[in-house]
């Protein structure tokens, strides 16, 4: 079966840090990828998906995430968090024929 | 607003009780998806719609949940007999056919006493 692997589970940089978080998937055939953001008290907000193409793939926000089919991952990064980014993060792949499969998300603190 | 609309936004009920909830899809959405998320965890798959037929059903979904979609537009879910483990949040989703992006509501939380 799918899974979803985030590695880290919550991370806590200071304003205009970098940011990375790690996603790893299981399934090796085509899947459509995503992550999602819920800042707090807020229902999930679609940040960015990768369907095909250009695996650099730029979302809302400033953010972006790379695939790397050769390893399972879609990572995501900002170069310079702000405050306004504490949320939890949430990546999720669907594979044709199912629902997305979510990983358990990273809880991102960032302190002004 | 015409996002995905969820009803009610809590709900505390007490062991053995049943209750149900409701989502209102974005319009024009033809699929409709029930997640549960628990504390630490993301959402997890509950089951899905494609218009009114009900396509595929996790094995979360045990036979004290039902959900329906009768007209292909709004769906409930139903948990009957509720445990202490039915307390979740339970999400709804919906997307277009032919695109795999879904949209959240905001969710209900379910307290189980």
């Known amino acids: 079966a799918q899974s979803v692997s985030q590695h880290n589970h919550h991370v806590i940089l200071s304003e205009a840090a970098s940011l990375e978080l790690g996603c790893n998937y299981s399934?090796?055939?085509?899947?459509?990828l995503f992550w999602y953001v819920q800042y707090p008290g807020q229902h999930l907000q679609l940040l960015l998906k990768?369907?095909?193409?250009?695996?650099l793939v730029k979302g809302i926000k400033g953010f972006e995430a790379e695939f790397i089919k050769s390893k399972f991952s879609f990572n995501l990064r900002k170069p310079s968090v702000q405050w306004s980014d504490t949320a939890e993060y949430f990546c999720?792949?669907?594979?044709?024929?199912?629902?997305?499969?979510f990983g358990k998300g990273t809880t991102l603190s960032v302190s002004s | 607003d015409t996002g995905v609309s969820q009803n009610p936004r809590h709900k505390i009920t007490k062991r053995g009780q049943n209750v149900t909830f409701r989502c209102d899809p974005i319009?024009?959405?033809?699929?409709l998806y029930w997640y549960r998320q628990t504390l630490g965890q993301g959402p997890e798959f509950l089951t899905y719609?494609?218009?009114?037929?009900?396509?595929?059903k996790s094995r979360l979904l045990s036979d004290r949940f039902s959900a329906e979609r009768p007209k292909g537009s709004f769906s409930t879910l139903e948990i009957q007999r509720t445990e202490q483990g039915d307390s979740a949040m339970y999400l709804c989703?919906?997307?277009?056919?032919?695109?795999?992006?879904?949209?959240f509501g905001a969710g209900t939380r379910l307290s189980v006493l």
């Open positions: 319009s024009e959405h033809n699929r």
């Open positions: 719609f494609q218009n009114e037929a009900q396509l595929e």
């Open positions: 399934y090796g055939g085509t899947v459509n």
């Open positions: 989703a919906s997307s277009e056919r032919d695109r795999n992006i879904q949209y």
């Open positions: 999720a792949v669907y594979q044709a024929g199912t629902a997305l499969i």
């Open positions: 990768y369907f095909s193409g250009d695996p």
